[in-house]
């Protein structure tokens, strides 16, 4: 496993995504029913925050609740939003001691009240802290929020000559945030989820086999190191890429 000492401090992501995959599989394997992954699935929630902190990560976007969790039984749905108001009760003085800033992307008005208005007690209670921002897609979709924002580029009837890939980004719910430089996904399943398809073009995808609620510092810190070690072209030939650097 690898250590803080063993990160480039200068080549940190800025930002890191997280499908964080694998707390049903976890709880059948337990002999409990999935909610108690879910339960478990916070401290591993601690420690990548935690771990993305030590290592200089300025944002990092973890992937919560999909629109299409919406369909799962009505029971796991509940418990899952009763959940969100324990942690959140649970972990404001976390992020507080962390300097760690929270918030939230995604169609927030079918979060149910009771949850919303917590979470928006601990943004604003967080506002200040600029250590790193742990932003929480709760109730989002990628396919979902490019719809959302051609329906809002509709409505205020831009020109569509005025309509290019910097005037789509500004109408995202990610438009005050750097695409995530590094996706963590962990659960050993190979796919995005339909999660910021659009802000992913040049992501660098890290897949772990651990399943979510046994995540810790160390696989936080393996996936940055396994990242250092890539060359980033962003569509350039590797010796255009080599060629910049040589030129600094």
């Given amino acids: 496993m690898a250590t803080l000492e063993q990160i480039d401090p200068s080549r940190v992501p800025t930002h890191v995504a997280i499908i964080m995959d694998g707390n049903g599989r976890w709880a059948m394997q337990q002999q409990h029913e999935r909610l108690f992954g879910h339960q478990n699935a916070f401290t591993a929630v601690r420690q990548a925050v935690e771990a993305a902190v030590q290592a200089g990560v300025k944002y990092l976007t973890l992937y ?9 039984p009505q029971a796991e749905v509940d418990g899952l939003m009763e959940l969100l108001i324990k942690a959140v009760k ?3 003085k976390t992020l507080m001691d962390n300097n760690v800033r929270l918030a939230m992307i995604g169609d927030l008005q079918r979060i149910p009240e009771r949850s919303r208005s917590m979470l928006e007690q601990c ?17 989002y ?4 929020e490019i719809a959302e924002a051609v329906r809002t580029i509709c409505r205020e009837r831009l020109s569509p000559d005025a309509v290019d890939e910097e005037t789509l980004r500004r109408y995202l719910t990610t ?17 995005i989820s339909n999660f910021l398809l659009w802000q992913m073009a040049y992501t660098e995808f890290y897949f772990s086999e651990q399943l979510w609620p046994d995540f810790r510092h160390e696989d936080f810190f393996e996936a940055i190191v396994d990242y250092q070690q890539r060359q980033r072209r962003f569509g350039k030939t590797e010796a255009q890429v080599e060629g910049k650097v040589a030129n600094r």
């Avoid at 943004?123 to 109730?139: F, K, P, V």
């Fill in 141 to 144: 979709s990628a396919r979902w």
């Fill in 175 to 191: 438009a005050s945030y750097p695409d995530p430089d590094l996706l963590i996904r962990t659960g050993g399943e190979l796919r």
């Fill in 64 to 72: 919560t609740f999909s629109t299409e969790n919406w369909n799962r």
């Fill in 123 to 139: 943004m604003r209670q967080t506002a200040d802290n600029s250590a790193l921002t742990l932003i929480l897609a709760l109730s």
């Fill in 90 to 92: 649970e972990e404001t």
